[in-house]
Antibody, heavy 121, light 107 residues
Framework: QVQLVESGGGVVQPGRSLRLSCVASGFTFSTYAMHWVRQAPGKGLEWVVVISYDGSNKYYADSVKGRFTISRDNSKNTLYLQMNSLRAEDTAVYFC??????????????WGQGTLLTVSS | DIQMTQSPSSLSASVGDRVTITCRASQSISRHLNWYQQKPGEAPKLLIYAASTLQSGVPSRFSGSGSGTDYTLTISSLQPGDFASYYCQQSYSTPSTFGPGTKVDVK
């Protein structure tokens, strides 16, 4: 069955860096575009970034552009999110999600359980 | 960027009620509208994509409709497991954007 398992969250001071990982299983990871979506405590969902199936295309939300970098290692079935210059407003649960490649509608059909990042001094 | 709004932001309902949630985009999104359900402490779950297509395994009491800028999620007969938050998402253009959510709780 499809599984997405995020890790790497924790408590980090403002201005520092952290890398999140998302390990995929149960499907051919290398054929799916992947997204990161975040949710601040008690708030709604915020789309963060998408990477194409081969890593050649990446699009970022303005709120993270220039600070966050998405990447993937298809040989390891793993998605990454490198987060630099972290701010208090980056505090959130970070979900990875896959985009259905067989659909022309770009919906996110499976999500991981999320990993919590807290940015605080 | 396309802005998404949802109404109401919350509603109270009883088991068996018919529930309708609306979502509006700031410009036409040509039915690239998806609905997700999220329960506390859980990941979002895809319910409907392309405005009206039910995701596999989702009960038929959920339905979606709409076109252009205006979309609706309807739960025909609310069940105990349906008390949750619901989010719309436009996938018409990048950046994708979510609505602010609608929380459905027990009356």
């Amino acid at each position: 069955q499809v599984q997405l398992v995020e890790s790497g969250g924790g408590v980090v001071q403002p201005g520092r860096s952290l890398r999140l990982s998302c390990v995929a299983s149960g499907f051919t990871f290398s054929t799916y575009a992947m997204h990161w979506v975040r949710q601040a405590p008690g708030k709604g969902l915020e789309w963060v970034v998408v990477i194409s199936y081969d890593g050649s295309n990446k699009y970022y939300a303005d709120s993270v552009k220039g600070r966050f970098t998405i990447s993937r290692d298809n040989s390891k079935n793993t998605l990454y999110l490198q987060m630099n210059s972290l701010r208090a407003e980056d505090t959130a649960v970070y979900f990875c999600a896959r985009e259905d490649p067989d659909s022309a509608w770009y919906e996110l059909d499976y999500w991981g359980q999320g990993t919590l990042l807290t940015v605080s001094s | 960027d396309i802005q998404m709004t949802q109404s109401p932001s919350s509603l109270s309902a009883s088991v068996g009620d018919r529930v309708t949630i609306t979502c509006r985009a700031s410009q036409s999104i040509s039915r690239h509208l998806n609905w997700y359900q999220q329960k506390p402490g859980e990941a979002p779950k895809l319910l409907i994509y392309a405005a009206s297509t039910l995701q596999s395994g989702v009960p038929s009491r959920f339905s979606g409709s709409g076109s252009g800028t205006d979309y609706t999620l309807t739960i025909s007969s609310l069940q105990p497991g349906d008390f949750a938050s619901y989010y719309c998402q436009q996938s018409y253009s990048t950046p994708s954007t979510f609505g602010p959510g609608t929380k459905v709780d027990v009356k």
